[in-house]
């Protein structure tokens, strides 16, 4: 298929050039062109404007949060530069609600919105290893399908409103964010008690927790492995807030996101920009004195 | 081999049926004799008084809590009946203090202890699937070993020191509490965002989260199954104080486990003793307005 | 003095006739024309918009929050309608970040910003018995002197930075909602306890915690009083919601803070959109099963 | 009047001394004999046991906490030196618990039993300043009101049943520690913000928080006087684990308790048990990376 391609950062690149591997053609736009023209090799295009991304049947943004993405789709000509009847797929984790107003600017403008949102991170991205989660009308999801099985192993497509799709995804990282936080409190727990906390996670992730979260996340923890970072601080912490605003707009109390919130300011008034966000572990730890 | 069994609870019955079926000879009491003669049919013998059961080689305890196994430990002529070198196998989840002292009580009586938890349902006891984390001597804990095997399908030995087996047991129960807490916050803002929370558990378990801790409790948390209970909330509020006990003792602050114990106070004060520990997400719903 | 007043709300209606009572000449506007007919009695003229209030030399807006201020402010020809020199006093609980945003815009047009934020109900607005607290230019802070004294029974200007008065209010707010958490717990134990809450407050209020905030919002809680509202749950979370940004911004983990915003989205979530922001006692007092 | 005082710690000295100052005869046991030879100037007789000061009319316990009440009142022959009617006043912080176990062990032994907590710290013993609060049998209440006065400015009886005193100052001390938890938030926020601590308390205990509280422990906080320690942190933590566990075995959820419990572990994590409990504060600004 022809696709325009906007946002060529740490996920965007080894998407992108899945979706080429896939023999799918790319006109690629990056604010930063040395980014896109990283793509040249693998066969793209690359588009000087948004404008010329926006031109083909189906456009996919990855751009890095709800500012970047207002920017691009609705603070350029990028709506009316659709084809009436073109799909724009947004990858980004977003706000539920400027999921919404996407949502409502797409019908106005003819086009259609679709939200397929990832799991995984840059390292699964890289091996297709990611999964989609997508909501938006079923003959566009369907017909972006052959994209989204080019990028991961598993999609899902839950619904046809997008906004569903991001919440999901807030969701799913919320759940993930809660696990690391609960290591990071058992392994304090176990540390100040004597015990290692490598031997636990064997065991707990050989049976009852035997999850991909679990053991990725779990090792990083045990190992305190916090650079380089596969999600930076500052990126978790920006999931946290719309996690909390999306909860906050629908009156959900959720102490267990105000806690990994509070970690994660604190990670980064310490100055701990450049760690995964699994450092937040790291805070609990120095809350034990460790 | 010749075993002392003392409390047929609950996961006591399951766990004497599964010992007796792999050839042991078991030597029951309970403070309730009729419990115990359930199992005579198994061809258990039944004992009069824990002085009774007290004289085999391996005296197995399986109490309801620290103030159970504290009265018959300590509270009776038990360590006295002891034989020397004779080893007491405690399966309680008791707190790591009471651990301590009784490690103590027998280093003095010349008898042996070995703490040996397990994790798991009474359904998972039938059908000896239990996961037991032993510690202890490891001369003591290697003569054990025929017996776990026959209750469990995984044997896991962690140490010598036997309350490392009960620090190991508490971080576990906490880790369950923690995914159960996070999946009742997660389910909450699913469903007032109108997503359906059994899609999304299917989604993530089939993926991130395939472990059996999130798709046995995300099952019963997302269809409100709370009824009967497997674990019920005064014996997942025992374990939570257990938890925050020996984090207390250890300068441990665990923000999660203080979420956890809140919302099963509000269980407890609500009445709902009859409810299943996972019915904490009911009341994390109910805060949230469902 | 010759003084613009834009909004008359609960608060905005008091302060406008004590402005008045204190001899100074008043334009009004107000978006629901008939509230600012209110004050025509007390010699008040009525603007019929935005710009025709923005000509007087002092110019007081009192919104209801950052929407309604940012419309008025940054969304109507109210910047450019107002006299070289002239002195915009905001007197809502808005967020830092607008507050910063229009020092910016004024320094531009060349006119003044002083952030003038009130502590107190409407009851203390009507007695004159608000606390002023103002941030701004000194020489404009000292003009605005006689308008703060006919509103108020203490003045105090913190500072030349006018976002420094609305951070103050936020701390303050922030400081009224924590006590009225803390009295919510204290009450709910000691009335499970089998104790009278009224009897305590009355204790603690004539020694340790004489201050009428305890003796205010502890009298409505001990009486479960939370009807008519003197400040609404909704009005309550959106101050909290502030408090929480600018906490987050600066980096600051505010636990406390978190635990108020979840008990007020509870009363949110339960329909308690017309009970007093105290009434987060209620929920308090509901999680303990009262 | 002629009493016994058993404990004569930083509390117990001052108040002691003003006894003796009153006029009354006192007969002092503690368990490190130089500390009760302090107040033999005063005009004390020093007891050589517990049994010798048990045999006055009044039996005054100011003892650390529970496990030192214990052992004096239960773990000695104090009961049954008790005069047939003498009055066993205990001014501990102590358990509810622990309360009624005393309560019940007096009504057997036909003596009786006073709770009578205090609040203050040491420089206001001294100064004749504590808040007295009582509970137990009119009667004997009433004896002891001349004990109180000559030691406090203010006696408040609150009831007949003792351990009401105990559940009124773990409320009482909940609201203490939660109001200098909220000012340590606050004061990050500030801080943080630029602004001036000292400013926001001066102008808010002039106000609103015109209580001592605020004003000794903002003061405190505000200048980072974390020692000498007025109430040093393990003390604090002992305190709030009383809170806790009454509020556990009422069944009532305490989330600023449990914010107000980790900070001080972390404090006693950190080393910190020579400090100020209010240096709860130093572990809020240090989460926000001050």
Known sequence: MEVGFIGVGRMGLPIARNLLAAGHSLIVYNRTRSRAELLRDNGALIAGSVAEAAGAEIVMTLLADDHALEEVALGTDFLSRLKRGAIHVSMSTISVALSRQLTEAHAKAESVFVSAVVFGRPTAAEARQLLVVAAGPP????????????????????????????????????????????????????????????????????????APVYK?????????????????????????????????????????????????????????????????AKVVAENAGL
Chains 1, 2, 3, 4 share one sequence.
């Open 139 to 210: 003959d566009a999801a369907e017909r972006c399908r052959p994209l989204f099985t080019a990028i991961g192993s598993r999609t899902e497509v839950i619904g046809s409103d997008p906004p569903a799709a991001n919440a999901f995804k807030l969701a799913g990282n919320f759940l993930i964010a809660a696990a690391m936080e609960s290591l990071g409190e058992a392994f304090a727990l176990l540390r100040k008690s004597g015990l290692d906390p490598a031997r636990f996670l064997e065991i707990m992730t050989g049976t009852l927790f035997a």
């Open 216 to 280: 990725i996340y779990g090792k990083l923890i045990a190992e305190e492995q916090f650079s380089p970072a596969g999600f930076a601080v500052p990126l978790g912490l920006k999931d946290v807030r719309l996690v909390l605003a999306a909860a906050d707009a629908a009156s959900v109390p959720m102490p267990v996101a105000n806690v990994v919130r509070d970690h994660l300011l604190t990670a980064q008034a310490r100055g701990r920009q450049e760690l995964d966000w699994s450092s937040l």
